[in-house]
Nanobody
Framework: VQLQASGGGLVQPGGSLRLSCVPS????????VGWYRQVPGKQREMVAR???????VYADSLRGRFTISRDSAKNTLNLRMEDLRPEDTAVYYC??????????WGRGTLVTVSS
């Protein structure tokens, strides 16, 4: 499985970004899909996940500012990020888990929140 993430960049505090991830294969063919992020020197942390049922899970600290969704027409996994803060600066990774519970990672896209 290959994952292509995009949408990262430089944004000012308070701004918004939308990340997208395109998998090889249907986005709905996976058990679970989600976004993680990692700051250098720290562990990768879960941002949000969405199950094949549509049930979503968010990191408690991000709920309300970040929204995860799947776009069937474009076959993408999206992450809408609003009211961005400097502490949101990280490399964001797309992750999918297939029906055999194998986990796949994209290469990551850098989000920098700075004035």
């Amino acid at each position: 499985v290959q994952l292509q993430a995009s949408g990262g960049g430089l944004v000012q505090p308070g701004g918004s970004l939308r990340l997208s991830c395109v998998p090889s294969g249907s986005i709905f063919s996976f058990n679970d899909v989600g976004w993680y992020r990692q700051v250098p020197g720290k562990q990768r942390e879960m941002v949000a996940r969405i199950a094949v049922s549509g049930r979503t899970v968010y990191a408690d600290s991000l709920r309300g500012r970040f929204t995860i969704s799947r776009d069937s027409a474009k076959n993408t996994l999206n992450l809408r990020m609003e009211d961005l803060r400097p502490e949101d600066t990280a490399v964001y990774y797309c992750n999918v888990i297939d029906h055999k519970y194998y986990s796949y990672w994209g290469r990551g896209t850098l989000v920098t929140v700075s004035s």
